[in-house]
């Protein structure tokens, strides 16, 4: 059983399980952003002297670094010397041999040579006497003046995610295994993506990644060969296109078929699709790439946009070596992304649309610890009115306290995540909708025990471990005190939700009580481990006044804040 199925448990929350799972991970870096925003105005002018300072400083050290300033080729290396560099992770993620043909509106435009054994990619254009290769830390070998010279500045520019992600959005394909798999590379000390996504593709997604109601699944025999095909649904623009898996669950074709009417997100905003077929097909059979010597060719500014993007995206990161397959499990994640994308479009609420402010009666404050030492801290204190459509908690890290505070705001009736967020006497607040969460069906099997009851804070509190494979969960709650917080860590409020077959124990005492002190406990990974106890259960009038704050809108240009 996964942490996110005891979570949902132990707290009687009402939202999505994938989400859940990754929340108190994610929960110390979302405050630390939304403080760093909070002061956006203030840092612009800091960060642009310092980042002139680093061009300046880049650059004055010309003489010594002579290829940052003019494309410069260093010496012939020796034939994939890549393959010197995480070669284990890299071939048990590339499994077998593959041959990939592009087609773009009825016309081949090349066909790619993967060999597994060298991890490495040759490719052949129509018309073009001399392929092109790709190895596996992304460097491109391309033929000019006589020889071979490879550079790694396309790879650094996509940094393994921006080049595959476009694709991903133009075929319409689920982002979540790929994106589960780029965090999975990327802690593995690999370099993420190499390939573009393409080849990367073929051993991401299964049948099971398509097995949602975004997708028509048939069956269909050619050649004596069963395949399995999914056809999009809901997808406007999209009407014909499909993806085909052949008998072994291998990826086989990737068609799009798109109109006027197809939409494609960007960073940029909705952009409008284009009348067009796209077709990648996937056949596996033996294939040789030997990569040529070849010349490493650095492009001008090269070595300041690495100094930039940093060094750990592509090489320089050893990696953990020990991943658990099990957290990067997305099995019961399809569809979200497109959830998410959806609400964002869909989201009509407005400044005025929010009261004139959002009152409370109660104030608890509680401290969480993490990792297996508990270095990490921060304190977490919840804003409460019993009977409300709306909870806060208010976040501060311990390293970035001198930065200011966040407090969270979740509106149930008006769907929606308000941040309040404050800095060097500068007030702003952000608008977020809460995505639509599905109902699932979620099956659970864990072990409860009843833990010897306990004073906290002076209430008797009660307790219960409840424990699986993978996880032991401890919680104390009361009855004692004059409020409960059924939705403990879950602001949400989504309404109209499915719980799981839930023990009456659980349900009874977490939902009617106040939970006092968590500790959970990751048998595998001892990082993970978090422990959250309360401080403090003060009845306090406490009221957050949307006059004090300006609105922050990132993607809105000159008009970004507004009264």
Partial sequence: ???????????CLAITPATQAQFLK??????????????????????????GKTIDDATTKKDKNAQDSDEKTGDVEPSNTALNKNAEAKKAFYKEDVVINLHENGSHNQTQFFDADA???????????KPMYVDSEGFIYGFKNGEYQKSSIVALQSQGMMVPTMMLEAYKLPPEPFMAQLEKQHDLGMTANPFNGIVEFAFIYKPDDFRYEDFKETKQTQ??????????????????????????????EIYTKTS???????????????????????????VEVILPEAREVRAAGQGLMEMVMGGA?????????????????TSDSNGMTKSVKNSLKNHKVSASDLPESYDFDWVYHTEMLMGDKKKDKMDMVFLIKPGAAYQATRM?????????????????????????????????????????????????????????????LNYSCKGLQMEDDRYIIKVYHTTQAKITLGNFLNFSGAKNMKLPDIDPRVLKQFSEGLIM????????????????????????????????FKTLDLFSGSNMMKN
């Fill in 26 to 51: 994610k929960l110390k870096k979302k405050a630390e952003n939304a403080a760093e925003r909070t002061i956006l105005n203030k840092t612009d002018e800091v960060v642009s002297k310092k980042t």
């Fill in 517 to 548: 002190e968590m500790h959970m406990e990751d048998k595998k990974k001892s990082k993970n481990n978090i422990t959250i106890t309360a401080k403090e259960l003060t009845e306090k009038n406490v009221s957050i006044k949307k006059a004090d």
């Fill in 1 to 11: 059983m996964k942490l996110k199925h005891i979570l949902l448990i132990v707290t």
């Fill in 223 to 252: 050649r004596g060969k069963t395949f399995t095909k999914f056809e999009f649904l809901n997808e406007p623009g999209y009407k014909g296109s499909y993806v085909l898996f052949d008998d072994k669950d291998r990826l086989t």
């Fill in 313 to 329: 995206v592509k090489g320089g990161n050893s990696g953990n070596g020990e991943v658990d397959d099990d957290d990067y499990d």
């Fill in 396 to 456: 501060v890290d311990e390293k970035s306290k001198d930065m200011g505070n966040t407090t969270m705001l979740f509106d149930s009736e008006l769907n929606t995540m308000v941040m309040f967020m404050e800095a060097q006497g500068n007030k702003y607040l952000q608008m977020h909708p809460i995505p639509e969460v599905k109902n699932q069906d979620t099956k659970v099997d864990f072990k409860i025990t009843e833990l010897p009851s306990k004073k906290i």
């Fill in 260 to 286: 006027e009417n197809a939409e494609v997100i960007s960073g940029f905003g909705t952009q409008p699709g284009q009348a067009g077929e796209n077709l990648m097909v996937y056949e596996y059979k033996p």
């Fill in 119 to 129: 991890v490495a990619v040759r490719t052949n254009v129509p018309d073009d006497p």
